[in-house]
């Protein structure tokens, strides 16, 4: 699972109070205060934060009020550390500016931060892109700017950024294709969701090392490739979730032995549940609601152990074991399935059931017909 935000300030504030115990690891004498006056590493992220704070044209909490003065490591936000490479010198590891209502951009001058290796704004107003000299920020490790108004295409920075485990830029404007890269990139979380990103899902997919992928809200042409199956060991959570994907469910989906989250809801997915899903050991939610997918429910998915939230309401399925009512949660409502309340009327089952039967090939694409 990927490493979580709070464990990360856990260890920055670690590191934070060894040096400010004047004792650092490697350092044979106390260390004086430590600030933009005598400090280079410092004064550059003096010179990175105010311009920052010049760009930010809101700041309604006053957030940044303090930025003010040589000593960074006081300012609101901000979190210094020792430097990895010089453990007597002090760093700035990591701004929060989480929730802050802040509006403006985000400066060149962030490049400056180069030891920083957590950078979060998400719940502003930051809009613009992400700056051109991120790449800069060579040990950044989680980077969040989530529900901002940012705009432009996918910033292609995040792929030369070599430490990065964690990217979170949901809830923006940003638009056009999603480099194939990201998913060759050893990440742990990719957030993507909610923006107006329009691609098809490379054959490279199943390179990713990610444990959570989000990709819901977005436009997903072409199929789910085959290639899913070659996350077994990484994936825990997927979401595709009203993504525009209208193909079958691939039979490769059923090696993903860790997954515990899998939603496709309100999408266009057609044929039937494949068999090899009995495979998903680790599932406990599943929704496949809102889609095209008829037939019968395979046993093996309401056997799954750790299955406990189950919901394919909303398709054509026309039978369904009697396990899956044991489920603490499921929902077959308008469905086409016989004795059970709350389905679709008889003749939209009727006229679904006169339609051409979906071919789907071998990878869960629609099969052409010549």
């Known amino acids: 699972m990927p490493t979580t935000p709070l464990l990360l300030a856990a260890v920055l504030l670690l590191s934070a109070a060894l040096l400010c115990s004047g004792h650092p690891p490697g350092c044979p004498v106390p260390l004086p205060t430590q600030t933009a006056d005598n400090n280079p590493r410092l004064q550059r992220a003096y010179v990175a934060l105010q311009a920052l704070k010049k760009a930010i044209t809101d700041d309604p909490k006053n957030l940044t009020q303090g930025w003010c003065g040589p000593d960074v490591c006081a300012y609101f936000g901000v979190f210094c550390a020792a430097s990895l490479d010089d453990p007597c010198a002090r760093t700035v590891a990591g701004v929060d500016l989480n929730h802050g209502d802040l509006a403006g951009t985000l400066p060149f001058e962030l490049g400056l931060l180069t030891d920083i290796a957590v950078l979060h704004l998400n719940s502003n107003r930051f809009a613009g892109g992400l700056p051109d000299s991120l790449p800069k920020l060579s040990l ?69 090392t990610a444990s959570v992928i989000v990709l819901a809200n977005i436009r997903l042409r072409g199929c789910i490739p085959s290639s899913i199956g070659r996350m077994g060991g990484t994936l825990n959570e997927l979401v595709l979730l009203n993504s525009g994907i209208r193909s079958c469910i691939p039979p490769e989906i059923g090696a993903l032995r860790e997954l515990t989250v899998l939603d496709v809801s309100f999408n266009q997915l057609q044929g039937q549940l494949p068999e090899s899903m009995a495979g998903l050991r680790s599932l ?73 039967p979906v071919h789907c090939d071998g990878h869960g694409c629609f099969a052409q017909h010549y």
Do not use: W
């Open 140 to 208: 950044l490790y989680e980077l969040d700017v989530s529900n901002n108004r940012l705009s432009g295409g996918f910033p292609q920075h995040i792929l030369c950024l070599p430490n990065v485990k964690f990217v979170d830029i949901r809830f923006n404007n940003l638009c056009g294709p999603v480099p194939p890269a990201i998913f060759d990139k050893k990440i742990d979380a990719l957030f993507i969701n909610n923006n107006h990103f329009d691609f098809e899902l490379p054959d490279n997919f199943g390179n990713s």
């Open 284 to 356: 406990e939610q599943l929704d496949v609601a809102h889609n095209e997918l008829s037939g019968h429910i395979p046993e093996g998915i309401c056997a799954l152990p750790r299955l406990s939230n189950f919901t394919y309401s909303f398709n054509y399925f026309c039978g369904e074991p009697e396990r899956c009512a044991t489920l603490r949660r499921n929902d077959d409502r308008q469905n086409c399935i016989a004795g059970k309340p709350d389905q679709r009327p008889t003749d939209q089952c009727m006229a679904f059931l006169h339609r051409p």
